[in-house]
């Protein structure tokens, strides 16, 4: 069992940066791929990034790339997003999630979701 919690959503002017933290509680998060997806209102759930148990291997929504920056640490039980200017279209509520086989982008194949934190950009 993992549970995740999310941390440090909130709101941004564009061409702002925030950083999300999610931190897993249980043994066994560094056996996980972790991804990060997102929700905004009206529509549906997608991917915005993933990454490896080992942290060797990421990837992202292509919308994203060059601008969001996943990784983790888990000698601290945590996985992280980087977010670098910002879009008002990356409002969204932000979700992370635990995948005990790798590698997907569909939310289908991950386990755990953490209770989403609410990231709005300001134009």
């Known amino acids: 069992q993992v549970q995740l919690i999310e941390y440090g959503g909130g709101t941004v002017q564009a061409g702002g940066s925030l950083r999300l933290s999610c931190v897993a509680s249980?043994?066994?998060?560094?056996?996980?791929?972790m991804g990060w997806f997102r929700q905004a209102p009206g529509k549906e759930r997608e991917f915005v990034a993933r990454?490896?148990?080992?942290?060797?291997?990421?990837d992202y929504l292509d919308s994203v790339k060059g601008r969001f920056t996943i990784s983790r640490d888990n000698a601290k039980n945590t996985v992280y997003l980087q977010m670098n200017s910002l879009k008002p279209e990356d409002t969204a509520v932000y979700y992370c999630a635990a995948d005990s086989n790798c590698c997907t982008r569909l939310a289908a194949g991950y386990e755990y979701w953490g209770q989403g934190t609410q990231v709005t950009v300001s134009s």
């Open positions: 990454i490896t148990w080992s942290g060797q291997s990421t």
């Open positions: 249980g043994r066994t998060f560094s056996h996980h791929a």
